[in-house]
């Protein structure tokens, strides 16, 4: 069954701090790999699309890898500011039909 | 212009109210999407319009009614919806189908009474 799994559930961390999302798939076969950015209420906003050959993208203070052999990937952010609070999901598409597979996010919250 | 457009922002509506959700694009994506998304989850597709045409539906109760005027436009037809469906209801646009970075509105935040 294809799916997509995150962790923690939720994160706290200091204003200035990094931290590490975590995101393990079984999605096959496989097409990309997305990480979305929402804020409460809001759409999600795309941070970074990665596909097989890609082990490392980045967008500013944030930065995916991707581990297509034990089909992991995280997103590291840097030096977080308050800005970061929200929740981050990672998404998996399949290859066969397209189909996105959502996980179900991540809860972060940046404290001064 | 990278944006999707969405409107309302917010709707309240009885049950036996007719309304719609609007969606509009103008970066020549041939794909868009209607997701809901309920609190604290992350969105379930419910439409996929691909060249205009109805490409997915998510076994979506037939209470909504999706339609695609011509390639920028995407509508989200509500008629007797129940407490239940209040949720927020998120455009997507991509490339093409499964192509290309999906770009989200809004949403439009919608209550049942």
């Known amino acids: 069954k294809n799916q997509v799994e995150q962790s923690p559930q939720s994160l706290i961390i200091l204003e200035g701090k990094n931290c590490t999302l975590q995101?393990?798939?079984?999605?096959?076969?496989?097409?990309?790999l997305r990480w979305y950015k929402q804020d409460t209420g809001r759409g999600p906003v795309s941070l970074t699309i990665?596909?097989?050959s890609e082990n490392t993208k980045s967008n500013g203070r944030y930065t995916a890898t991707l581990d297509a052999d034990t089909k992991q990937s995280s997103l590291h952010i840097t030096a977080s500011q308050l800005s970061d609070s929200a929740s981050y999901i990672c998404?998996?598409?399949?290859?066969?039909?397209?189909?996105?597979?959502w996980g179900a996010g991540t809860k972060l919250i940046i404290k001064p | 212009d990278t944006e999707v457009t969405q409107t309302p922002k917010h709707l309240v509506m009885g049950m036996t109210n007719k309304k719609s959700l609007k969606c509009e694009q103008h970066?020549?994506?041939?794909?868009m999407y209607w997701y809901k998304q309920k609190a604290k989850k992350p969105p379930e597709l419910m439409f996929v319009?691909?060249?205009?045409?109805?490409?997915i539906n998510e076994s979506v109760p037939s209470r909504f009614s999706p339609e695609c005027p011509n390639s920028s436009l995407l509508n989200l037809h509500l008629h007797a919806l129940q407490p239940e469906d209040s949720a927020l209801y998120l455009c997507?646009?991509?490339?093409?189908?499964?192509?290309?970075?999906?770009?989200f509105g809004e949403g439009s935040r919608l209550t049942v009474l």
């Open positions: 995101c393990n798939y079984t999605v096959s076969p496989f097409s990309n």
């Open positions: 998404v998996v598409s399949a290859k066969s039909n397209y189909q996105l597979i």
């Open positions: 990665m596909t097989f």
């Open positions: 997507a646009s991509s490339q093409g189908q499964g192509r290309g970075e999906l770009f």
């Open positions: 970066m020549g994506h041939r794909a």
């Open positions: 319009y691909s060249y205009e045409k109805l490409s």
